[in-house]
């Protein structure tokens, strides 16, 4: 399967402990999102990757969220002292950037469904 | 800003027919993009189908097609011949040039009946 995956598919965690995801994009993808959905509502952006290069961060990430993507191919999203609002669907995207920068076709993962208590 | 609307939060469609599904957006870039996706109960957000700003003609893909009224601002995404399987949430995107600004509207639920 050479698709989006995300570990781990599910996490319960207690309220103040730190959690991380994980996401492979699809293999050639130069772009990588993350996202996070809570029920009944569309995707919300949190940021994105070019590369290596975290391009945009939403005002949505707080200090308590951070990304990486050390060698431009998985990246990770941690969140540290987790609170109960965290609770969520993060969901990872990627899509291969032209060299026109025209709008190219994102493929989600699976998401990761994240419980705090 | 990038602003995705969709008004109709549930549908019930029967077997067979085709459905229209509603997105407006606003956006003051000349050079945007709109997508849709499905999102079935497994989570998963599945490409559907894409329309560019400038696309002189309507983007098909098998049963989709997206009715693109450019300036209505509205970029509705029409299913013909449903199947039980179509049912799913179904969510309309905007990106403007380069997908340097994302939106996602609240999503239609869209249920078919035998």
């Known amino acids: 399967d050479t698709g989006v995956s995300q570990n781990p598919r599910h996490k319960i965690t207690k309220r103040g402990q730190n959690v991380t995801f994980r996401c492979d994009p699809i293999?050639?993808?130069?772009?990588l999102y993350w996202y996070r959905q809570t029920l009944g509502q569309g995707p919300e952006f949190l940021t994105y990757?070019?590369?290596?290069?975290?391009?945009?961060k939403s005002r949505l990430l707080s200090d308590r969220f951070s990304a990486e993507r050390p060698k431009g191919s998985f990246s990770t999203l941690e969140i540290q002292r987790t609170e109960q609002g965290d609770s969520a669907m993060y969901l990872c995207?990627?899509?291969?950037?032209?060299?026109?920068?025209?709008?190219?076709?994102?493929?989600f993962g699976p998401g990761t469904r994240l419980l705090v208590l | 800003a990038q602003k995705i609307t969709q008004t109709q939060p549930g549908m019930f469609v029967q077997e067979k027919e085709a459905v229209t599904l509603d997105c407006t957006y606003d956006?003051?870039?000349?050079?945007?993009?709109l997508f849709w996706y499905k999102q079935p109960s497994s989570g998963e957000m599945i490409f559907l189908i894409y329309?560019?700003?400038?696309?002189?003609q309507n983007a098909t893909e098998g049963r989709y097609s997206l009715n693109f009224q450019k300036a209505r601002k509205s970029a509705n995404l029409v299913i013909s011949a449903s199947q039980l399987g179509d049912s799913a949430m179904y969510f309309c995107e905007g990106a403007n040039f380069g997908n340097e600004k994302l939106t996602f509207g609240t999503g239609t639920r869209l249920t078919i009946i035998p």
């Open positions: 995207a990627s899509s291969l950037a032209s060299a026109g920068g025209t709008q190219e076709t994102q493929y």
């Open positions: 956006t003051s870039d000349p050079s945007y993009g």
């Open positions: 293999s050639e993808h130069n772009r």
């Open positions: 329309q560019g700003s400038y696309d002189q």
């Open positions: 990757f070019q590369n290596e290069a975290q391009l945009e």
